[in-house]
């Protein structure tokens, strides 16, 4: 790894090369890995991704020889970039006019030089890798050059970048951006495609992700930090009882305080936290951390056995919470050492122990108060938090997640322009969900949006009221919890949302259609696992132009879990031979990303079962296709295998849903699960809240399409689907249900 030093390098005239290099020194720090894979002498094509104007000039500074650049002959429109061009000997190419650039092109490779092409057509205005167009290839075989792909990482955000929706006008920043390039092994000419080039960019994407110096910080420290720079801002908006607003310096100066008394009080590394989203909860979370010490924010909704379990995994004995708290949670096992968080920050000293630390707030250096508190400066790969999984269908997992996993999955998402600053998120989740615990707290506190909390997911008439009183802007949930909206809102009361995003199961075809006529919101469909920390994909809206003349992009797909977030890939692979598939056919979901997990807790066995060659393996089945779109598709132990053919047991389930028009806005009424079957291996069980019969099961779905094999042969009514505190169908519960209705 190096950084290049100023030698010229470029086709520019030598005073503006010197003039250019020292300006984008100024404003960017770049640093490089690989570049001895581009060949000393001979012609070369360079392949990068596209994030801002400044890509050219960052890319010319990592690579040890001259580039001669590709461009949009467009914007020889416009005076400046014409100067450029000329100065530079830029090759002008356009999708009309492309043949004369094409032969520029061959002709420079040809004579040895190095070209540089942005195979994306168009700096990408969503802060991903957008579509890999097709023509660099055949430049490279015409030519018979290899070409080499770089990753350009860390300009998103910068002021040449279309970050905030727009380029220029953004606030400055007072120390230069930290940039990374990295460079891949060249690709022989006739195995050059836009497939390959797709997946060799995003992994390189990856391993220039991990050299952001933000990933090897503390978790704490930096949200002390951020929380330190801006103490007037209301952090919280708590809703549990009665309003009560929390300001930054407010919930720092509390927690802080907090965090002292645990630290002479709680001699164990891990402390339980079993309080609902609302001010407690940020509160003990960062108190936690700030103590040197891991929160493990336990899933109340769980049963006693997998609390138990879950417990004893942590080693938590020391559990935070509240007198409200346990009272409606009479079933849970707590331990002797149970504390009120109410009556522990009393027995600290109450607002006379608040009192200097809140001083400091005000008054001082936001690195002056990590100091103080002595939070390190490196946190890394250290565990920063516990959450747990049973994957819906087992024994609790312990997923021990990283400071540098939760800085990444923060980073990533501020990568993108879906949750700025001035947002105002609706935090209904449980900080026992990886989304809660990621998104709607430890990305706020970072970040510096506004959250207001609403203590339960199902208090639909609250958080409805939250959003009209607060003019919340984003809401984040689970299907389950977003579909008894449609029945108790009015429009006028969801006017201020600009964004709804839904994850944990696949959204609905038929929500996503009420949604949008009743409200006119278009729920966009994101994708993660508590393992990812938790988001891996999200769907954004198109991009707005930047001109009459700008070519349109596009953010979101229907039916999609949108694409990869920045820093990560995918490979799509066959549960029966574990090769990769072509693009846009099915298989297991692998990804590799820093926001992936390094295993589970004290459990070698699991941990080795859900990664192969460093990969995490997700189980579930999905599909990507040539713009990058992932399509969740199923989980792999959602399928059932009859008569040699894999049976969807969620599409079987929408279909049952659109024919008989089911009311789920209380909750699921159908579940399908396939129980072991003698003669053919498995049979199909439906579990129903409705009164249903077979026949005129049988004859729904037959007339709606459906064969004789996806046809559940047994129905079996129940009071209630069992649901996960996370909104996902309790699979283990419908699982048993499923064979006591075949043992009778």
């Given at each position: 790894m190096r950084t290049p030093g100023f030698r010229r390098r470029s086709y520019l005239p030598r005073v503006l090369e010197l003039i250019a290099a020292t300006v984008a020194r100024l404003l960017y720090r770049v640093r490089s890995n690989g570049a001895e894979h581009i060949p000393a002498t001979g012609g070369v094509l360079l392949i990068a991704n596209h994030l801002s104007y400044v890509d050219p000039v960052v890319l010319q500074l990592a690579c040890p020889r001259p580039i001669r650049f590709m461009g949009f002959q467009g914007l020889q429109d416009q005076t400046f970039f014409d100067w450029v061009f000329r100065l530079s000997g830029a090759i002008p190419i356009s999708r009309l006019h492309s043949t004369e650039g094409m032969r520029r092109t061959i002709k420079a490779l040809q004579a040895g030089e190095v070209v540089a092409i942005f195979p994306e057509g168009h700096i990408s205005r969503t802060g991903q890798l957008m579509p890999i167009m097709r023509g660099f290839e055949v430049a490279a075989r015409r030519a018979g050059v290899p070409v080499v792909p770089a990753f350009i990482d860390g300009v998103w955000g910068s002021v040449f970048s279309f970050a905030e929706n727009k380029y220029l006008w953004k606030s400055p920043r007072l120390m230069p951006t930290p940039v990374f390039v990295q460079f891949g092994a060249p690709i022989p000419p006739e195995r050059a495609d836009p497939a390959l080039a797709r997946r060799t960019l995003l992994d390189l994407g990856v391993m220039a992700f991990d050299e952001r110096p933000v990933l090897r910080r503390h978790l704490g420290r930096e949200c002390v930090r951020a929380l330190a720079r801006r103490p007037w801002h209301v952090e919280v908006i708590d809703r549990t009882a009665e309003r009560r607003p929390v300001t930054a310096a407010q919930l720092l100066a509390t927690a802080a305080a907090y965090s002292r008394h645990l630290i002479r009080t709680v001699p164990e590394q891990r402390v339980g936290i079993v309080l609902p989203p609302g001010a407690g909860a940020f509160?003990?979370?960062?108190?936690?951390?700030?103590?040197?010490?891991?929160?493990?924010?336990?899933?109340?909704?769980?049963?006693?056995?997998?609390?138990?379990a879950s417990m004893k995994i942590g080693a938590v004995t020391t559990v935070i919470s509240a007198t409200a708290v346990r009272e409606k949670v009479p079933g849970f096992p707590w331990p002797e050492r149970t504390l009120d968080l109410r009556q522990e920050i009393a027995a600290m000293g109450g607002k006379k122990a608040i009192l200097p630390w809140l001083a400091a707030a005000w008054l001082l250096p936001n690195q002056w108060i990590a100091n103080l508190l002595g939070l390190p400066q490196v946190g890394d790969r250290a565990e920063a938090g516990l959450l747990f999984t049973s994957g819906s269908s087992g024994e609790p997992k312990g997923v021990a997640l990283s400071h540098r996993n939760i800085l990444a999955n923060c980073a990533q998402i501020s990568s993108l322009s879906i949750l700025p600053q001035s947002s105002s998120l609706l935090g209904c989740l449980p900080l026992f969900h990886s989304m809660g615990f990621t998104v709607?707290?430890?990305?706020?506190?970072?970040?510096?949006?506004?959250?207001?909390?609403?203590?339960?997911?199902?208090?639909?008439?609250?958080?409805?009221?939250?959003?009209?009183?607060?003019?919340?802007?984003?809401?984040?949930?689970?299907?389950?919890?977003?579909?008894?909206?449609?029945?108790?809102?009015?429009?006028?009361?969801?006017?201020?949302?600009?964004?709804?995003?839904?994850?944990?199961?696949?959204?609905?075809?038929?929500?996503?259609?009420?949604?949008?006529?009743?409200?006119?919101?278009?729920?966009?469909?994101?994708?993660?696992?508590?393992?990812?920390?938790?988001?891996?994909?999200?769907n954004q809206p198109h991009p707005p132009m930047t001109t009459a003349t700008a070519e349109p992009q596009v953010g979101k797909k229907v039916g999609s879990t949108g694409r990869l977030l920045p820093g990560m890939t995918v490979r799509?692979?066959?549960?029966?031979?574990?090769?990769?598939?072509?693009?846009?056919?099915?298989?297991?979901?692998?990804?590799?990303?820093?926001?992936?997990?390094?295993?589970?807790?004290?459990?070698?066995?699991?941990?080795?079962?859900?990664?192969?060659?460093?990969?995490f393996v997700t189980g579930d089945l999905g599909r990507v296709d040539e713009e990058g779109f992932l399509f969740i598709e199923g989980r792999l132990s959602r399928f059932s295998k009859i008569g040699a053919e894999m049976i969807p047991h969620g599409t079987i389930e929408q279909k049952i849903a659109e024919v008989l028009a089911l009311d789920q806005s209380e909750g699921p009424a159908i579940a399908v699960m396939g129980v072991p079957d003698r003669v053919k291996g498995e049979a199909l069980v439906l579990l129903t809240t409705v009164p249903l019969t077979s026949e005129l099961l049988r004859e729904k779905l037959l007339g709606a399409g459906?064969?004789?094999?996806?046809?559940?042969?047994?129905?079996?009514?129940?009071?209630?689907?069992?649901?996960?505190?996370?909104?996902?169908?309790?699979?283990?519960?419908?699982?048993?249900?499923a064979l006591e209705a075949v043992a009778d």
């Open positions: 509160i003990a979370n960062l108190a936690v951390i700030c103590a040197g010490k891991i929160p493990v924010n336990l899933n109340f909704t769980a049963g006693k056995t997998a609390l138990e709607t707290l430890w990305y706020p506190i970072i970040r510096g949006c506004r959250v207001v909390t609403v203590p339960s997911p199902l208090d639909t008439r609250k958080i409805v009221d939250a959003i009209r009183d607060e003019q919340v802007t984003v809401l984040l949930g689970a299907p389950t919890f977003i579909r008894p909206i449609l029945r108790k809102a009015h429009p006028s009361e969801l006017r201020s949302l600009h964004l709804v995003v839904t994850g944990a199961e696949k959204l609905p075809d038929d929500l996503y259609k009420a949604f949008l006529e009743t409200f006119h919101i278009e729920i966009l469909q994101g994708y993660g696992l508590t393992e990812t920390t938790p988001a891996s994909n999200i799509i692979v066959s549960p029966e031979t574990g090769e990769e598939v072509p693009t846009g056919d099915q298989g297991i979901v692998w990804f590799k990303g820093a926001n992936v997990f390094s295993g589970y807790l004290d459990d070698p066995q699991k941990t080795q079962a859900a990664f192969r060659d460093g990969w459906l064969t004789n094999l996806w046809v559940p042969r047994i129905i079996h009514r129940v009071d209630q689907i069992p649901v996960l505190g996370t909104g996902k169908l309790d699979l283990k519960r419908c699982l048993e249900r």
